[in-house]
Each structure stands twice: as C-alpha cells, then as structure tokens.
C-alpha cells in the first residue's frame, strides 16, 4: 500500500495548443488505475502535415494499458478536447466515456460515426455529483468558457483532491451556460487542493479578460448602423455568441438564418439539451433568398479561413443561392488563430472585391477571448489554493511562462511536458518517467504515426517534384529500346531550352550504354545510379533535385 | 499630339504586399515611352506554392514592349522592390537602371548574380536631381522608411508631375539616413501635382506612426537589465535599428556579433555608400565564442522564424559555435509578417525548451512600423495636395480602403488593382485597359508561370500522395507478368490489414485480365483505365485517391 502513488501525465495538450489528453493514474507504479480526461484533435497544416485530414496525441502508452484504463472524461465539447473520441475509440478499449449532456451529445455524434451507439457516454450531472472510476471520485465542476456546460474535473484519490480546469475563463455573466461561481470554487478547495492542472493559453495576456455580455451592446450598435444584408462568422460552438448576434439581428428586424453544417449541429445540440433557450426563429435558406438584404442577417461558419466553411463560399461569389455585394457587411466575431492568418486575409480581400465592409476584431470590441487572462489565473491559483500548480494546454513557452507565474507567487510549479509522468504522492511532486508520446496523423482513413515517413515524402514531392524512370532490360541485362521519363510538378524546359523530359532520357540513355554489367544485373545498384544521373541532370537543367522513382522491368 | 497621354499601369503590388513593379508612360496610345518603378519579389508558401523560391510579377506586357522602355527606377533596397531586377534584367532588355547609392549598391549586388556589371546601375543624387528618360523626368526625394535612402519619386511630364511614394513614414527623426522634410515636400508639391501614387500598407492602423528613435531607449533599458548573453533579431536592412541595437549593446559594455549574411551584407554597403557611419567595432563568431556571454550581443537575422537563418539555427542548438542558455534573452525588435506566425512561434518554443527568456513585441516598446499610419496618409494627401490619389502597395482591402480615407476627405481616389491602366490625362483619370497580368514562379533556376500547372501538380502530390503503375505488354497486346505499383507518400496498409501495394496490384491484375483488346491496344485508354483503378481502391483502402502515373511498356 505504502508504495502506492498518484500520477499526471500529459499524452497531448502539453506542449501544444491542441489535441488534449491527460492521463491520471492511481495504484502501484506501473499498475496504476487510470483515467483519461479529453481527447482531441489538432488542426494539419499545408507546412508540415500537407493531405492529413486530422491530428491526434500517439495513445501507445495508453493503448498498452487499456485494461488498466477505466474512464475517460470529457470536460467540454471543442475539438481540441473531443474530437479523437471517435476515432480513438476502439484503440482505447471501448471505455466508458462520462461528459455532461451538451458535451454528451457532441460526444455521442462522434462516436456515431463509427458505429458506437449511445449509452457508452454516460451523461453526468454537474458537482456536488461524482463518478467512481476504480481509486477516483470524479466530479464535473462548472466553469466559464467560450462553449457551454465547460467544466472542471474535481479528482479525489486517495492521495487528495486534485483540479483539472479544462479550458476556462472566469465570467460570472456568460450569457449562455454556467457563471463562474467563486463561492461554489471556495468550498469545492476548502479542504485542500493537491494540485491544480490549469489551462495556460492565455498566460500571455496581460489585461484581465472580459465578460462575454460586453460584446452584445456593441454587436447590436453594429448591427444597427448597417444597412446592407449583416453576415457573421464566429466559432459555431461559441453558441452564447450565436446567440448574441441573432438577439442583435432580431431586435434590428432581420430574420436569421444559419449558415454551414457546424452551426445548425451545435444549436440544436444546445436546444436540445437544453443549455439554450430563446433562440430567435431561424429561416431556411431557400427562404432567405427572398428576404430584403437589409432584413436579413446571415451567421456563418469559416471564421478561420476554412476553404469549404460557409464564409470561403460567400467570398468566392455565392452559397445556398446567396450572394454579398457592395453596402453589405460581413463581421469576424472571432479572432484569428495563429497559422491561419493568410486564409483570412484571402477571404476578406475577396469580400473586398466584391465591395463588402469587413469588420474585424481589431478594434477588440467585437470578440472576447474563453480563456483565463494572466490575471485571471492568478486568481484561479488563489481560489484553490494547491500545494502544486502543474499548467496545462499551451505551447512549451506558455508552461513555461505559467509555471514562472506560479512561482513568482511562492507555489509550487511544475512544467510537465507531454510524456512527462509527474507523481503527485509524497512530499513534493517529482518526475518519475518519461514516456515515448508523438502525434497520430489521420490520413484518409488510415492512421498513420508522425514519425513514419509517409507525410516526408509527400513535403519532398511537393518541394521538388517527381520523376518517375523506365528502364527495360532484356534477358541478358541489356537496355531494350531507350529508358523514359514521366515528369510531376516540374518546368517542362530548363537551362539548355531543350524539353527537360528529353534532357534527362538523353542522359539516362548515355549512362546506360556505358554502364557495366555488374550495374545493370542488380536492381539496387542500377536504381541508385539512374537516380542520382535524374538529380544532376536536372539539377544542371532546373537547378532542382527531383525525388526519382526508378522501375527496372527485366524479362526473363 | 493631342492624343498623347500619361498613363499608370501597376503590374505588381496592387492587390498584394509584395512583388512592386508600376509602369508608367507617356505617348501616343500603344507607343507610350514607359518607365518601370521597382521590380520586386514575393515570397512564396507552402500552401500554395511549394518548393518556388521567389515571386516576381509576370512582365510579359513590359517585355513585348521592352524597346519602349527608357529605365527602371528603384526607389529603395526593399527585396519587395529590388529583389527582381536580376532575375528579369534580360527579359526587360538590360534597361538603364537608376537609384540612389545604398539601394543601388545592393542592385548591383543582385545583378551580379547574373554577370552583369556594376556601370548597370546608374547612381543619382537626391532631389533636386533628375534624370532623363525619354519624355519624363525623374528625381528622388528623400523620404524615410525602415531602410536608408528611400526616396519617393518625383515623376515630370508633359503632363505635369506626378508623386510616387514608394514606401514610407513620416517620420522627423529616423537615426539613420534622411528624415522627413515637410518643407522640402510642400515646395515640390506647390507647383501642382497631379496625381499621388500612394503606399496604402498601413492604411488599417488608426494611430499616428511612431518614429525611430522611440525605441532606443526601451532596448537599452533592456539590454541593461539582462544578464546573459543577450540576441537580438530585426530586418537586417532596418539599418537604424541594427544600429539602435548596437549602440545599446556597446553601452551596456557588450561586444557586437553579426549573424546571418544579410546582416553583414547590409551594414557593409552602408558603410560602403556612407549612410551608416559610427558603428559599434564588431567581432566575428569565433571571437565571439571567447567572450563572457554577459558581455556579448549577437544581432542576427531570421526575425521571420526562416528556418535557415541564424535565429533558426540558435534556436536549433548551435550556430557558428555559438549557443544559447537558460539566463539568455532573445528579442524579437520586429513584428512577424502575417504567414509567418508558425514559424516564429516554432523559434520562440525551442528558445523556451532551452531556457531562454524571450522578448517579442508584444509590448509595443521595441519595435516600429516602417510604414505611414491612416493619419500619416491622410497628412501626405494635405502636403502633396494631388488632384489625384492613386493607393498602390496593398492588398485589395488595402487599396479599397485608401482610396475611400481618400474620397472621404474630398478628393479623387482611384482603386487599380495589377494590370489597370489608368490615363492620368484629361479632366478626370480614367481606365483606358485592362492588361493580363499575374505571377512567375522562379523555381530552382527555372521561371515558370503561375497557371503553368507546375505548382498545382506538386500541391497535389503533397496532399494526395503518388503511385507509379508499371504494365509490360508483349507484342499482342498482352499482359506481360503482373502490373506492380510503386508508392510514395502513401501508408503501407489500409482497412484490408493487407499492403496496400500489394491491394493495388492485385486489383490492377485483376482488371488487366479481364481487359479487352480495344483497351490493352490504346495506351491512352490502358492508362486512363488503370489509373482509375488505383484511385477507387486506395479510396477503398485509404480513404484517399492518389495521383497516378502509368508507365506502359511495349516489347514490339
């Protein structure tokens, strides 16, 4: 028994803004209980992940352990905390999956498309409630954030009590879900907090965060003064700010309607489980095309840029039979994550064209942040008092800029990597082991790991083209006619204004009369050589070295 | 010689940040005398153009009409500005080239590249100076930017004067090379300007500019307070701010270290051309090396995150033997170019990871714009006082909303994007044609046009991976042995558990035995068919159809 710990590691999140996953564990080392809380995603890019469709923290660790695994919890809804549960399913075991009942229903969608039915997400109340799952108590405690029912985990173990924030800020009017309730924290804390695992993304912000009531009045000025059709984007799951903006529209007499999958999924999930009432009547489409523009008020989805999301279509011309022209405006009530600037710019230029006003949030009155400011955490730390202060969910200088704050502050801070296992037994926390962790990508259908090569070379391709080299050779290892090139994603001519394709089938067929036999009997060696003749002749041609790839047909 | 006219025709940088190249010309229509301002590069990403190494403007419309052209002008050393002329110096039909002694400095070193010699480039004096060239005279005025000797130009012809600003601030104490004179401006101006062609990249930034010299004292304060090595990073071209940097430093009894080629290069040729004078003594690297870190500064390029250059490098580990460590500071005293956030973020992490202590300018204090704020426009508009307002140098949203900051304050603003050919002639300007215009990849050491299909293959390939399909068929048009696949960037298996390749070929097998002769006997028909054929079953198995080249080889 004495020998018995109680363990954090994160698998993903801790290191990245993206792709949550913490893992904690109870039991001997090694034979620990465990439990999972979130499960997300991370977004690919064209730089790194180029035809990747979704990332996901590398579960192996987790995957081994699957009978030790006996829960997963999901604190709220975003992608970047549920959305590998489908896909990480059956990997994980088939676990139970607790989440409350908006988190549920995104929760059960997903698992919906693998076949998962229902009833393996089990709908949990809010605190005073908890679950058991083997050595841990676990209850849902309600916290502001940009998406409704977004709770904190409250982890009792044998060890104590430990805080796992989610994302958070701290709003006592969040328009839509549950006020941040000092009090309700005080007590949950009163009886001391071994370790607080809290949401580091917005160490970096300096100002105390603001409310998401602040933004309604201004929206409603905006919304006022335009006289075009209003179109506005934000993130679908921010479902209070959905809200905020057809209140707006509705009270200036515009009739809203949704545009994009996203959106209609989130606000019939909300209505459904009822953490939204009084939305204002929404018009189909179709029917919005008949609507006076200066009547009507879009809210869309793309507030990143996404090329298919309903705000890329409008700005290519037209979506669902709609169109923007000049005098109508097209709000960002949103700001823009980093890496997907271009993307946004690309579509306000084109709104530009078109002649539409675009309002941004520089002005900083048109979006409010779902995280917790510097300060804000600053007073998370206060109100649960933990002996440990352990940040979670940012990039390394966010841990890291977190865990100084904590310490500035006389707590005790720990940066905890992903693979990073922290015991929180004894007298101060101390890191046990490292564990291999990486990332998934899913790719199609298909997972594949980061690290296996698959995505490395599809960035060489695309950095340096394609050559794909035929040789035939007859019995005797003789040439039979002369090799030929096909050419992918490169010039057609170079240096010497010859067809780059018959340059290189020139050089390929030189070398070939001059190689040996002992070249041209083994596949390997003749390979190589024909590979490295493409790379010089072409990079004499186009100052490029083309991946090559080299078929030897031999008859026999 | 009534119809003889003025005309201005932007074939780059109208409709982007970037690639600057305006036309202007006086004549007869179709025989106009033309004069290029600025030939400028952009640079290129992985999203939508990888493995380009640089961006110019298609110049087709200029080299039909090269013996029109009398000379190009560089109004400052900017890449965006100067980074082509050496790339298109021939297609443009070795024009004269004229720009004052820094920029032209930094000409002749890009036109060495390509063996032209330095008599290329003609150096002028300043304003009020001017050059000959065909109908038009031309003369520099000096105006201040974030690089020495940017000049505008002032543009005499028989038409009257126009003022093309090329980049610019207002800005009276600059450090290095010439403040903004508003005397000097108003007298130009008080003849009558015509029209103003205006850099519209700010026009968003609703407060007035700073200058130069108000962040001095904030990096000094800096330097001051930190106590381990201390790296600084900003446009190697921002010559005040080098200096700035410096100078601190120095005070602060620290020894300089130069890092990265274009920091050496540009403080170089300002000393060489006499703009830059009481530079701080610098060491090389290696006796760099020798010196205590706490009193050392490195000043080195890649505040953008380029992942070869120097602060790239120190963040990897090492870099001419130079390393950094917990204690250290790294300040960004530049601000990141949209597009370029994921790679700073990626630097500034690996500082973390090493214990760096990172300064950006989040703050404000150590970094400003090089460019004219809203207000500083509308100021230029007062001085100049054009008949006129032309916005060049923006995106569209850029150009749209300079040219209404223009109209609201009464005056004549025209919105021409690339390839509008505006006659400032006559009572009101007037777009008299609308020219082809776009985009020439320099790839390698090749030029290939944008919608040559080069690029769109690569991105292609990048997201849908690549399978090379070999078939040998005998002189009856029959398969020879089994077709096989060879595939890259693709993973090994797929939803069959199977190899993927080995699924392909069994499924390409397949279908060649069942073929019939009207197909086997058609390469195009065999090829169009198996290609299919690999697409629908990686679909099947991978959930993503690749990109296919057949290779049908015939023993006849």
Redesign the interface.
């Known amino acids: 028994m004495s020998n018995e710990r109680l363990i954090y590691l994160p698998l993903g999140g801790a290191g990245e803004i993206g792709m949550n996953a913490y893992v904690y564990g109870y039991g001997a080392p090694g034979e620990e209980r465990l439990i999972l809380v979130d499960i997300g995603v991370a977004f690919p ?3 790194t992940t ?2 990747v469709d979704l990332i996901f923290a590398d579960i192996t660790w987790l995957e081994e352990r699957k009978n030790q695994l006996e829960a997963v919890f999901i604190t709220h809804a975003h992608e970047d905390h549920v959305g590998a549960i489908g896909h990480l399913y059956e990997r994980l075991g088939m676990p139970k999956v607790y989440a409350r009942a908006f988190t549920g229903n995104i929760a059960r969608g997903k698992l919906a498309e693998y076949g998962v039915g229902d009833n393996a997400v089990k709908i949990c109340n809010a605190w005073p409630d908890q679950v058991d799952a083997g050595p841990f108590k676990v209850g849902f405690l309600p916290i502001s954030h940009s998406i409704p029912e977004s709770s904190a985990l409250v982890i009792d173990s044998p060890e104590g009590r430990v805080i796992h924030t989610g994302d958070f800020k701290l709003d006592e009017t969040p328009l839509v879900g549950e006020a941040f309730n000092e009090e309700l924290w005080k007590e949950v804390a009163s009886s001391g907090v071994r370790a607080l695992i809290c949401d580091s993304t917005n160490v ?1 912000s300096h100002n105390e965060g603001r409310s998401e009531a602040v933004v309604g009045p201004e929206i409603t000025k905006l919304v006022n003064e335009s006289t075009g059709m209003f179109v506005a984007t934000t993130f679908a799951s921010n479902v209070a700010r959905v809200k905020t903006l057809a209140d707006a529209g509705a009270a200036a007499g515009r009739s809203i309607c949704l545009l994009g999958r996203a959106m209609r999924r989130m606000i019939e999930a909300s209505i459904k489980t009822g953490v939204l009432s009084d939305f204002p009547t929404v018009v189909s489409p179709e029917d919005a095309k008949n609507i006076p523009r200066e009547n009507l008020m879009l809210i869309v989805t793309g507030s990143q840029g996404e090329r298919r999301a309903a705000s890329a279509q409008l700005a290519r011309g037209k979506h669902m039979g709609l169109t923007m022209k000049e005098g109508d405006t097209f709000l960002f009530s949103s700001k823009t994550i ?2 997907n ?2 993307g946004v ?1 690309h579509i ?2 084109s709104f ?2 078109l002649g539409v006003d ?1 309002v941004d949030d ?1 002005s900083g009155l048109y979006h409010v942040s779902g995280h917790a400011n510097r300060p804000d955490l600053l007073k998370m730390h206060e109100v649960v008092n933990p002996q440990i202060v352990i940040p979670m969910h940012g ?3 966010h841990l ?1 800029e977190h865990t100084k704050l904590a310490e500035q502050n006389r707590r005790k801070g720990v940066l905890a990597v992903n693979g990073t296992m922290v015991s929180l037994s004894g007298n101060a926390p101390e890191v046990v082991e490292y564990v291999e962790t990486g990332r998934t990508y899913l ?4 997972q ?1 790991g980061a690290l ?1 090569g ?2 490395r ?3 060489r ?6 050559v ?1 080299v ?1 040789v ?1 050779l007859d019995e005797n290892d003789d040439p ?1 006619g002369d090799p ?1 090139c ?1 050419l ?8 010497s204004q010859a067809a780059l394709q018959d340059v290189l089938e020139e050089d390929l067929s030189q070398f070939l009369n001059r190689a040996n036999g002992a070249t041209l009997s083994d596949d390997g060696k003749i390979e190589e050589a024909l590979r490295r003749v493409v790379r010089q002749s072409a ?1 004499d ?4 070295k083309p ?1 090559v ?1 080299v ?1 030897v ?1 031999r ?1 026999t």
Do not use: C, Q, Y
């Open positions: 890019d064209m730089d180029p035809g970096f980093p890496g600037e271009k710019i306000i230029n530009s064209e675009i520089s990039e390394h200088r890291r790719d199609g259908s298909v594949v296996d698959v995505i070379d599809r960035i391709m695309a950095l340096n083209g394609h794909t035929t035939v039979l030929w096909d992918m994603g490169l010039p057609e001519m170079g240096r990079n041609e186009i100052g490029k991946e790839t078929v047909s008859l």
